[in-house]
């Protein structure tokens, strides 16, 4: 049974992003469970505690009828949530605890890693049943956690750290998406998935290909393929370019405005910044950051870009991109994740913001690994690879040489 006055779908997500904000404000306890642990004594000691389990089963309830609310709200039936969310919470739980260990903490290995991994077992190795399979809510899921995402960008913080790095994150986005999208549709890569690659290179990594999907309304498959080059990479990334830093002799500020902008996950930004020194660390974070600040930007750039580059299903022709088209085409997540990011900017005090931010990043990070598990899920790689091939991968490495390229000499020039 469906509800007969749904929201449009986004129109849900923002409403249930605001509702987490709301109670997070307002001191409702969405605390998340201790994760970290460093040998089995230490996972049994803090994570498998009477009290931490309390906290992770409070959670899931908490977060279970918020997916279900997501679903009554934007007209979907309630069934297939019931039965497979706890499904994916579970692996997603499991994805968390991995993620938790003090040895691939230091690796840097997010959680998202593991909840794309574990979907991907089960999908290829396994028989995923058919319920399961259509109680998947993966957009909605990365929706939900790109609105939270906003609380974190603060435009007062980039600002009073220096405008420099914005500055940079603009020249670089500009001028690394538009060549790896050239460099990609040369390559013979659909157009689609060239909108994806280019927006993962050149903004933020793993986000932006998930807000860019959002805004074309993305192949699910072929975001996951993306994402899988994105995090494959970021890891010899994090490791080298240190060295590398530290081979050229690069001063740290100029060392920590190039890590920032060109590796694409925030923590490998941080996990290489601290490599080379606290100046480094600083500096790009600074630029990571206000690369992050442009994703509501840029998606909405894209859609527009989208809307101007589609076709009637019906007809097969363009359709004329006049205002009506542009905003119903437009992705109204990108609407809540500004608007977040202005609440928390200019409205939320500065000790609120304090008090609530740890818990709305956790949030946002649960939210992204239900998604990645769900991705996992949906995501068959011999399907994949042989309808896509490996020029996208080419693709993908031929744009991030170029990004590190001109990023280097974009930071020489204002960081130096």
């Not at 706890?86 to 605890?97: E, F, Q, S």
């Not at 996951?224 to 494959?232: E, F, G, K, R, T």
């Not at 202005?342 to 931010?357: G, P, Q, R, Y």
């Not at 790689?381 to 993908?396: D, I, M, S, T, V």
């Amino acid at each position: 049974m469906k509800f007969r006055f749904a929201l449009p779908e986004d129109w849900s997500i923002v409403a249930t992003g605001f509702l987490i904000i709301a109670l997070v404000i307002f001191g409702f306890p969405l605390i998340s469970p201790m994760y970290g642990w460093k040998n089995s004594a230490e996972l049994l000691e803090k994570v498998g505690t009477a009290q931490n389990i309390k906290i992770a089963l409070h959670l899931f309830i908490c977060l279970f009828a918020l997916a279900i609310i997501l679903a009554f709200i934007s007209g979907k039936p309630v069934k297939p949530v019931l039965k497979g969310f706890p499904v994916v919470y579970l692996l997603t739980t499991l994805a968390l605890i991995l993620a938790g260990n003090a040895f691939l903490k230091n690796w840097n290995l997010e959680a998202v890693i593991f909840s794309l991994l574990i979907g991907l077992g089960i999908r290829n190795f396994f028989t995923v049943p058919d319920w399961l399979k259509t109680s998947l809510s993966t957009e909605a899921y990365v929706k939900v956690g790109l609105v939270l995402l906003g609380t974190s960008v603060i435009f007062g913080d980039i600002l009073k750290a220096g405008s420099l790095g914005l500055i940079q994150a603009l020249v670089v986005v500009v001028s690394v998406w538009y060549f790896a999208y050239w460099i990609a549709r040369k390559m013979g890569v659909d157009e689609e998935m060239s909108i994806m690659i280019s927006s993962a290179v050149s903004i933020c990594g793993v986000s932006a290909a998930i807000a860019t999907a959002g805004a074309i309304k993305g192949d699910a498959k072929k975001l996951s393929y993306v994402i899988s080059i994105v995090l494959i990479t970021a890891i010899p990334m994090i490791i080298f370019m240190p060295m590398l830093a530290n081979l050229f002799g690069l001063p740290e500020a100029v060392a920590g405005a190039w890590i920032g902008g060109t590796i694409d996950t925030s923590g490998g930004v941080i996990a290489s910044g601290t490599l080379i020194g606290e100046e480094a660390l600083k500096i790009s974070t600074i630029v990571k950051f206000s690369q992050n600040v442009l994703l509501g930007l840029a998606a909405f750039a894209i859609s527009i870009f989208w809307t101007y580059k589609g076709r009637s299903t019906e007809t097969g022709e363009k359709v004329k991109p006049n205002a009506g088209v542009i905003w119903e085409r437009f992705p109204k997540f990108v609407i809540g994740f500004i608007a977040a990011s202005l609440l928390f900017s200019f409205f939320i005090e500065a000790d609120t913001n304090n008090a609530v931010k740890g818990h709305l990043k956790a949030l946002q990070g649960v939210w992204f690994a239900l998604a990645f598990t769900s991705i996992g899920l949906e995501t068959d790689f011999r399907e994949l690879f042989q309808g896509q091939g490996k020029k996208p991968l080419y693709a993908f490495l031929v744009a991030q040489l170029f990004n590190i390229a001109v990023t280097l000499v974009v930071a020489l020039l204002l960081f130096r």
